[in-house]
């Protein structure tokens, strides 16, 4: 689907047309429409402060909740996997990340919130449900912060430095190994632990790579070379869904107005595609 943000309308299309449109009485501008896991339910943010969440069946929709509470235009939204409850991550320019849940049928409560930033949040994104119940948030202050979920019901926060001027994307690696259901590709042992890896853009023009080590927590595993990079801020990075795939691959966008597709192949990255546009691009994603 395609979201539209200077009229308060969210557009759906799929690959031929449009296939629904609809008002969402947002106040202001809409940064960021966002599925559930199952295509169900719409979440959309916006500058007036408020997450809406829609119940989507077919071409109609239902507005079912306003989630109040942020200070400041909110940016991103996200869903975790339902193998989670109904979970949805907020975050906004006042400096606020917010994890909601739905504890009743169209009753929603705030379970979590995080005040503490020192800048705007800009992005939010939860981790595979193979890696657990996991939030990564970017901040505008140049810092990664990672939520985990814990037994005794606590978020357990983490972070570390990621990019000079800003963090303004993060997205995880698929929880499966790429390639993995191709024929002839040997896939991850199913005992052992899923590596988890994390991509971030900033305003550094850089695309980053993390991996978490038992021993020293999140590392640098690569800065790309980027002779052939951006070279204005990236504004969103998508890991594709490893389904399919031989292969890592990465998209990135930026205020170059430029997409650009990155592969591991044999441990090094490379840029495979570069698009040009006509204006600069602020969203990337990947169809299923």
């Known amino acids: 689907f395609f979201y539209k943000s200077d009229d308060q309308k969210v557009l759906f299309f799929n690959m031929a047309a449009m296939t629904m449109a609809f008002e969402t ?149 698929p929880g499966v190994q790429s390639g993995a259901i191709l024929p002839n590709q040997q896939a991850q042992p199913s005992d052992s632990e899923p590596i988890k890896r994390l991509a971030s853009g900033g305003c550094d023009n850089q695309l980053r790579i993390w991996r978490l080590s038992v021993l020293n927590g999140w590392q640098e595993e690569k800065t790309m070379d980027n002779s052939n990079g951006h070279t204005d801020w990236i504004r969103d990075v998508a890991w594709a869904p490893s389904l399919g795939l031989p292969t890592n691959t990465i998209a990135t966008c930026s205020e170059d107005k430029t997409v650009k597709i990155w592969m591991e192949e044999n441990g090094l990255w490379k840029i495979t595609t570069t698009l040009n546009f006509d204006h600069k691009v602020w969203s990337v994603s990947w169809s299923v």
């Not at 991550?89 to 379970?111: D, G, L, M, T």
């Not at 890696?131 to 606590?154: E, H, K, R």
């Open 25 to 173: 009485h947002h106040e202001d501008m809409i940064h960021d429409a966002q599925l559930d896991y199952y295509g169900k339910y719409l979440a959309t943010a916006s500058s007036d402060c408020l997450v809406k969440v829609f119940h989507i069946q077919g071409d109609t929709h239902t507005h079912l909740v306003d989630l109040v509470g942020h200070d400041g235009p909110v940016w991103q939204v996200a869903w975790s996997h339902p193998k989670f409850g109904k979970l949805l991550a907020s975050c906004s320019y006042a400096k606020q990340v917010f994890i909601w849940k739905e504890v009743a049928e169209n009753q929603w409560s705030k379970c979590y919130e995080d005040r503490s930033f020192e800048a705007s949040v800009n992005s939010v994104c939860f981790a595979p449900h193979e890696f657990g119940c996991i939030l990564a948030v970017g901040c505008a202050d140049g810092f990664v912060s990672i939520y985990t979920y814990q037994d005794s019901g606590n978020w357990e926060k983490s972070r570390f430095s990621a990019h000079s001027g800003g963090v303004n994307a993060v997205s995880w690696c």
